[in-house]
């Protein structure tokens, strides 16, 4: 029977049929989707409202808040108010940290990727049978808390370590180096811990790679370096962005590691915020601190991706 047999109730009765269908299915996936929605409300959406909330009032003496509508500690951020006038004056120290944070990130994005993008390579070219055990390799340091991988660290760089000792051994130097508590203690803290973030993504998209390309190109007399910058990387840029967005949104709110390595002496904003919750018991401040860092790292991602997603191909 075609459709032209068919009457017009038939197909009023069939169209229904089909309405009915749509709706259930999309009922269902709504009930389905129900437990997800509400951890993201619970544990994302409301602690989100509480800070904003907390940003705008007054800290109380001892901790937690006064409910007083105030907008010091966005002013805060950027002045102190004289103790005598009551006058503003800027103080840059709170944007110095948040700098400081920010180049430490950027400079453990660049390195990973410099040292990460050789490595998901070696491991992309690997027979397959040998792949999977790369890949155990490199997420072994997941098996260990960061906590104890990073004193680890510090047992490695401080002046009696692993390191002074050595070279005292060898008769390199004559006294230990400090590396510990310094600036290259946290910038080799954040590339240990984050590394593995920058490697995973980019195997991910080379292993992808049809690699008759690149046989392609060198039969097109291409230079190894033309090959790899006219077809290996445009091809795997996918894994390069959301390698270098995993490695740069955790490395600017370090905590453990600069807490850690750097002794306290040289802050970074995670410690800067757990500092206003702490000792300096100004929860507002705090939450200010948090929502300047996330409207800061919004931007600057959306400003990425804008830039580069029209340029993104996959092979």
Same mark, same amino acid.
């Given at each position: 029977?075609t459709?032209?047999a068919l009457?017009?109730t038939?197909l009023?009765?069939?169209?229904l049929?089909e309405?009915q269908?749509?709706?259930?299915?999309?009922r269902r996936?709504?009930?389905l989707?129900?437990p997800a929605l509400?951890i993201?409300?619970?544990?994302?959406v409301?602690?989100l409202?509480i800070?904003?909330?907390y940003?705008f009032?007054?800290a109380?003496?001892?901790g937690g808040v006064?409910w007083q509508?105030s907008?010091?500690a966005?002013?805060?951020?950027?002045?102190?108010?004289?103790i005598?006038?009551d006058?503003l004056?800027?103080t840059?120290?709170f944007?110095?940290?948040y700098?400081?944070?920010?180049l430490f990130a950027?400079?453990?994005?660049?390195?990973?990727?410099?040292?990460?993008?050789p490595?998901?390579?070696f491991?992309?070219? #690997?027979?397959?049978?040998? *792949?999977?055990?790369w890949? /155990?390799l490199?997420t072994?340091p997941f098996?260990s808390n +960061?906590l =104890?991988?990073t004193l680890a660290i510090m047992f490695?760089?401080?002046d009696?370590g692993?390191?002074?000792?050595?070279l005292?051994?060898?008769?390199?130097i004559d006294?230990?180096?400090?590396?510990?508590?310094?600036?290259?203690?946290?910038?080799?803290?954040?590339?240990?811990a984050?590394?593995?973030?920058?490697v995973?993504p980019?195997?991910?998209?080379l292993?992808?790679l049809?690699?008759r390309?690149v046989e392609?190109?060198?039969?097109?007399?291409?230079?190894r #370096?033309q090959?790899?910058? *006219?077809v290996i990387i445009? /091809?795997?840029?996918p894994?390069?962005?959301?390698?270098? +967005?995993? =490695?740069?949104i955790?490395?600017l709110?370090?905590y453990?590691?600069?807490l850690?390595l750097?002794?306290?002496i040289?802050?970074?904003?995670?410690d800067l915020?757990a500092?206003?919750?702490?000792s300096g018991?100004?929860?507002p401040?705090?939450?200010a601190?948090?929502l300047i860092?996330m409207?800061?790292v919004?931007?600057?991602l959306?400003?990425?991706?804008?830039?580069?997603s029209g340029?993104?191909?996959?092979g």
């Open positions: 029977m459709t032209a009457s017009p038939t009023s009765k069939a169209a049929f309405a269908a749509v709706k259930t299915s999309a996936n709504r009930l989707s129900l509400i993201i409300g619970i544990f994302g409301l602690p409202v800070i904003c909330v940003s009032l007054v109380a003496p001892y006064q509508f907008t010091d966005y002013l805060n951020f950027l002045f102190q108010r004289d005598f006038d006058t004056q800027f840059p120290d944007l110095i940290i700098l400081r944070s920010f950027v400079v453990t994005t660049v390195i990973c990727l410099l040292l990460g993008f490595t998901a390579y491991m992309a070219t #690997r027979p397959p049978a040998q *792949r999977n055990w890949v /155990l490199i072994i098996w +960061l =104890v991988r490695i760089i401080r009696e692993l390191i002074n000792n050595a005292i051994g060898l008769g390199v006294k230990p180096i400090t590396m510990l508590y310094t600036n290259f203690a946290i910038q080799l803290g954040l590339l240990y984050f590394l593995p973030f920058m995973l980019l195997y991910s998209s292993e992808k049809d690699f390309l392609a190109g060198y039969d097109l007399y291409a230079t #370096r090959v790899l910058w *006219r445009p /091809l795997s840029k894994g390069i962005i959301a390698g270098c +967005l995993l =490695v740069f955790p490395a709110g370090a453990v590691t600069p850690i750097g002794g306290g040289h802050l970074m904003i995670g915020i500092q206003q919750f702490g018991r100004n929860w401040l705090g939450c601190q948090a860092l409207a800061a919004l931007v600057a959306f400003l990425y991706v804008r830039n580069t340029k993104v191909q996959h």
